[in-house]
């Protein structure tokens, strides 16, 4: 019933930008946003900006100066602003989020099911 849904992926050029957003849908009651992650071709899959409750990021080395995460707890969106992208940078990014669903206590994790990113030319 509970889903999280990626978008803003796509080409790109080397020193492009882009802006990934995540948004959660059905019956919520909380929402908190954690993070985006990302996994290249043969690679695992690695963290690339995590957000905590009190506002706190924190960066991958790779993506650190370039990346900016934020979330909107109320409208319950997560987004990553993608600047001087290079082509290491290609990969499926996913975002995370605990949701907590309508008439439920504890919140859980969801998983969007990714947005893919390539940076080439």
Same mark, same amino acid.
């Given at each position: 019933?509970?889903?999280?849904?990626?978008?803003? @992926?796509?080409?790109? %050029?080397?020193? =492009?930008?882009? &802006?990934?957003?995540? !948004?959660?849908?059905? /019956?919520?009651?909380?929402?908190?946003?954690? @993070?985006?992650?990302? %996994?290249?071709? =043969?690679?695992? &899959?690695?963290?690339? !900006?995590?957000?905590? /409750?009190?506002?706190?990021?924190?960066?991958?080395?790779?993506?650190?100066?370039?990346?900016?995460?934020?979330?909107?707890?109320?409208?319950?969106?997560?987004?990553?602003?993608?600047?001087?992208?290079?082509?290491?940078?290609?990969?499926?990014?996913?975002?995370?989020?605990?949701?907590?669903?309508?008439?439920?206590?504890?919140?859980?994790?969801?998983?969007?099911?990714?947005?893919?990113?390539?940076?080439?030319?």
């Amino acid at each position: 019933q509970v889903q999280l849904v990626e978008s803003g @992926g796509g080409l790109v %050029q080397p020193g =492009g930008s882009l &802006r990934l957003s995540c !948004a959660a849908s059905g /019956s919520i009651s909380g929402f908190r946003a954690k @993070g985006w992650y990302r %996994q290249a071709p =043969g690679q695992e &899959r690695e963290l690339v !900006a995590s957000i905590e /409750s009190d506002g706190s990021t924190d960066y991958g080395d790779s993506v650190k100066g370039r990346f900016t995460i934020s979330g909107d707890n109320v409208k319950n969106k997560l987004y990553l602003q993608m600047n001087s992208l290079k082509p290491e940078d290609t990969a499926v990014y996913y975002c995370k989020a605990n949701i907590r669903p309508t008439g439920m206590v504890w919140g859980m994790d969801y998983w969007g099911k990714g947005t893919l990113v390539t940076v080439s030319s």
